[in-house]
């Protein structure tokens, strides 16, 4: 069988874009997302997953159980991005925020343990600049990047004992199909989809050796501030 990958958040968006680059390096992927995929591949399987689930987290995995002991590469695309005022946020948004991008990883990352190949599997996790800078009306949604990067920073030395590699990409502001519902938002100066994949295919080419614990890419003039 090709090398296989699982790929969270491929509805579209950076999740899609890794899909369709892990399969033009002959990967077989699965996908997972709440709501269908565009991509049509004979060696891409779409997997109907809401990560805040743990039902569907386990069913996931046992689809690709069912296909395969080990996993080569994890990336994890899948994110709630809100942003609004702090006055206006409720409490219930910062607990949908944590739910999806810190509660599910975690569940996940504990249900995928089992599919690790030692020394090869390579997670892929995708921040937003926001784990590192401040920005206003990202209350809830930074919050929860802080807290997914002292999850993953702990995880990563637990798993230390698989030799396996962790990337981190923190990223500016990127133009994705999320801006549309923030029409007033100017997206001139955000990176590229393309942008992404050039950096996400350099380091899936990159030797085995090499280790990229942390990544951060901006737009040469800018990000939202």
């Not at 969270?8 to 709440?34: M, N, P, Q, Y």
């Not at 994949?197 to 990229?212: G, V």
Request: proline share 2%; hydrophobic share 40%; glycine share 6%.
């Amino acid at each position: 069988m090709n090398k296989v990958a699982i790929v969270l958040g491929t509805s579209s968006g950076l999740g899609l874009e890794s899909a369709r680059s892990l399969l033009d390096r002959g990967f077989f992927v699965f996908g997972g997302s709440r709501t269908e995929s565009t991509l049509i591949h004979e060696n891409f399987e779409d997997i109907e997953l809401d990560i805040t689930q743990e039902d569907q987290i386990k069913s996931f995995i046992r689809e690709v159980e069912a296909e395969t002991d080990v996993v080569d590469v994890l990336v994890n695309a899948a994110a709630m991005c809100e942003m609004g005022a702090f006055s206006d946020s409720s409490a219930l948004d910062l607990r949908m925020h944590l739910e999806t991008n810190v509660i599910g990883y975690f569940n996940f990352l504990k249900h995928f343990e089992s599919l690790i190949f030692a020394e090869e599997t390579h997670i892929i996790n995708l921040f937003s600049i926001s784990a590192k800078r401040y920005f206003p009306n990202t209350a809830s949604y930074t919050a929860g990047e802080f807290a997914k990067k002292g999850m993953l920073g702990v995880i990563e030395k637990e798993w230390k004992k698989y030799l396996i590699r962790f990337s981190n990409f923190y990223l500016g502001a990127v133009d994705t199909p999320l801006w549309e519902e923030y029409p007033e938002v100017d997206t001139s100066n955000m990176l590229k989809t393309s942008d992404y994949k050039y950096i996400f295919e350099s380091i899936l080419d990159a030797p085995k050796s090499i280790q990229f614990p942390e990544l951060t890419f901006l737009h040469k003039d800018g990000f939202l501030d």
